[in-house]
C-alpha cells in the first residue's frame, strides 16, 4: 500500500492551513506529520514515513519550495539510495512509498496542482520467512535457559522471557507493554495472560493466553528478582533505566537475553 492520506470530515483531502506550493519542504513535512498524527497512524508508521521525507528533503533542499519539486527531483534521490547508499529493496520500498503517500496528500489538498511522485514505480518486496526452532532446537533453548538461570550468577529473566514467548508467541511490542497486573495467578492450576493494548483502535487484538503451570515457580523467582532490580534503580544506582512495566529493561537488553539461551545452548541459529 501507498500509505493513508489525511481526510476532512467532508472526505477530502484535509489542507494545513497556509500551506502553499511556495512553501518550504520542511514546513510541509511538519505539516505532513501532524496529520498524521490527528489520524492517529501507528506511531512506527509517522517515524518511518517522516525520517525518510527527511533524508529525501536533505538531498533535495529541505528549504526548496514543495512547488519546485518535480518527478526528476525525486528519482535522483532514489536512484542514490540504490547505488550510493546501498539501502535495502525493503528499504527503497517503503521509501518509494513515503514519497507516494506525502505528494498524494499534497495534491489531494490541493496544496500541489500536479503530484510528482504518481510516476514513481512502486515493486513489492516478499519479507524472508522467519528461521524457526526444531522441536530439538526449542529443548536446547530450554536447557540453556534453566542453565543461565542457575549458573554462578543466577538469573532467571532469559527463562522467563523465553518459556513466555514460546507458550504465547506474543510479539514483541505487546511484551514490552506487559505490567505485572496482566499476569493472572488467581488459579495457579490455570494462569493465564492477558494481552492488552492501550491504543483503542487495537483492542480487537487482546486476548487471554494460557499459561503452562510449571511456569508459575520461575515466574515467582522472577518477580524477586525484578523487585531488588526496581530497589536499585530506586536508590540511584541505574536513575538512566526504564522501571516499569512486567520487564523493566530496554528492547535491546531482552534481546541480548535471547541471545545468551542461544550462546548457551550452541544454537547456530539467533533466538
Request: hydrophobic fraction near 40%; charge should be positive.
Given at each position: ?7 476532512a ?52 533542499g ?33 521509501r ?5 503517500s ?133 536508590q ?24 545468551d539461551i542461544?550462546?548457551?545452548?550452541q ?5
Open positions: 500500500p501507498d500509505g493513508p492520506t489525511p481526510t470530515a467532508n472526505g477530502e483531502a484535509a489542507a494545513p492551513p497556509g500551506l502553499g506550493p511556495g512553501a518550504s519542504l520542511t514546513a510541509a513535512i511538519l505539516a505532513w506529520r501532524q496529520h498524521l498524527e490527528q489520524e492517529r497512524s501507528p506511531e512506527n508508521t509517522v517515524k518511518a514515513f517522516i525520517g525518510d521525507l527527511n533524508l529525501a528533503a536533505q538531498f533535495t529541505a528549504y526548496k519550495n514543495i512547488g519546485q519539486i518535480g518527478t526528476r527531483d525525486l528519482d535522483n534521490w532514489l536512484q542514490w539510495q540504490r547505488t550510493q547508499k546501498k539501502c535495502s529493496p525493503k528499504t527503497y520500498a517503503r518509494v512509498t513515503s514519497l507516494k506525502f505528494f498524494r496528500w499534497l495534491h489531494a489538498a490541493k496544496v500541489l496542482p500536479t503530484d510528482p511522485a504518481a510516476a514513481l514505480i512502486q515493486q513489492s518486496v516478499l519479507s524472508p520467512l522467519p528461521d524457526i526452532l526444531s522441536e530439538s532446537e526449542i529443548d536446547a533453548a530450554l536447557a540453556g535457559a534453566k542453565a543461565l538461570w542457575q549458573g554462578n550468577s543466577p538469573n532467571p529473566t532469559p527463562y522467563v522471557l523465553f518459556t513466555l514467548l514460546l507458550k504465547t508467541g506474543i510479539k514483541k511490542g505487546e511484551c514490552l507493554s506487559l505490567e505485572p497486573n496482566h499476569v493472572d495467578l488467581a488459579d495457579p492450576a490455570a494462569p493465564v495472560l492477558w494481552v492488552r493494548h492501550k491504543d483503542t483502535r487495537h483492542r480487537y487484538k487482546e486476548r487471554k493466553l494460557a499459561l503452562d503451570p510449571t511456569w508459575v515457580a520461575a515466574y515467582q523467582a522472577y518477580l524477586t528478582h525484578r523487585a531488588e532490580y526496581i530497589t536499585r534503580l530506586q540511584g544506582k541505574k536513575p538512566t533505566q526504564r522501571a516499569e512495566g512486567l520487564f523493566p529493561w530496554s528492547p535491546r537488553r531482552l534481546e541480548y537475553w535471547l541471545q542461544s550462546q548457551a545452548a544454537l547456530k541459529k539467533q533466538i
